[in-house]
């Protein structure tokens, strides 16, 4: 069965070093998905991108954090200096475009990649 | 900004018993999602019920949605431990970008803790 996949699982820095994280959706989908998820809450969107064009930011903490997704496959969020506040799990979704006859609303989640920033 | 607010924020049975979750929104919305995730892993996509939906069975879940409360539950019957996890409410809306670009956006809810005991 097909899955998102992300990398790294878990990841442990230093305040004020760079962070990135990797997401591969699903084969065909079109939209992606970057949430935040602080521990004991629930997820918060972070950048939505439909093919390779950001249709949703208004969370991503602009001055620190950056997402892109060239080719409208792949994609890579980025966090330059990292923060204690930014400990917490970065999880990654997909789903067909909501063009497609295909769309159900249903997201599909990678595992998550869990930062601790020291 | 989370829009749904889950109730209990935890809830502790037996094997055997049935569990009921319930989340309540403040906006208008197009489908309402139920996710599970198991701890420290990635969200699973349950059941969605659309907004001219009232009641819609899967298996042993069962979803509810009363748009003129703004308000859905979700009844797990028959508890079994293996259904010990975090229970999310998400709303999806639909919204627009400065383009004019229509998008899905899908909000989750705190969450409710469920531990069943063997």
């Not at chain 1, 249709?55 to 204690?84: N, W, Y």
């Not at chain 2, 198991?38 to 899967?58: A, C, F, P, T």
Request: proline share 3%.
């Amino acid at each position: 069965e097909a899955e998102v996949a992300q990398s790294p699982r878990y990841k442990i820095t230093e305040k004020s070093q760079a962070v990135a994280f990797w997401c591969d959706p699903i084969s065909g989908h079109a939209t992606l998905y970057w949430y935040r998820q602080i521990l004991g809450q629930g997820p918060e969107l972070l950048v939505q991108f439909q093919d390779e064009s950001v249709v949703d930011d208004s969370q991503l903490p602009k001055d620190r954090f950056s997402a892109e997704r060239l080719k409208g496959v792949d994609s890579t969020l980025k966090i330059q200096p990292a923060e204690l506040g930014d400990s917490a799990m970065y999880l990654c979704a997909s789903s067909t475009g909501q063009g497609s006859h295909a769309w159900t609303g249903e997201l599909f989640f990678g595992e998550g990649s869990r930062l601790t920033v020291l | 900004s989370q829009q749904g607010e889950e109730d209990p924020q935890a809830l502790s049975i037996q094997e055997g018993e049935n569990a009921t979750m319930n989340c309540s929104y403040k906006t208008s919305i197009n489908n309402l999602q139920w996710y599970r995730q198991n701890s420290g892993r990635g969200l699973v996509h349950l059941i969605l019920i659309r907004s001219n939906e009232r009641e819609k069975h899967s298996g042993r879940l069962r979803v509810t949605l009363d748009t003129s409360k703004k308000s859905s539950s979700l009844l797990i019957t028959a508890s079994r431990a293996a259904d010990t996890a975090s229970y999310f409410c998400a709303t999806s809306r639909v919204e627009g970008d400065a383009g004019g670009t229509s998008y899905g956006k899908l909000t989750f809810g705190q969450g409710t803790i469920l531990t069943v005991h063997p």
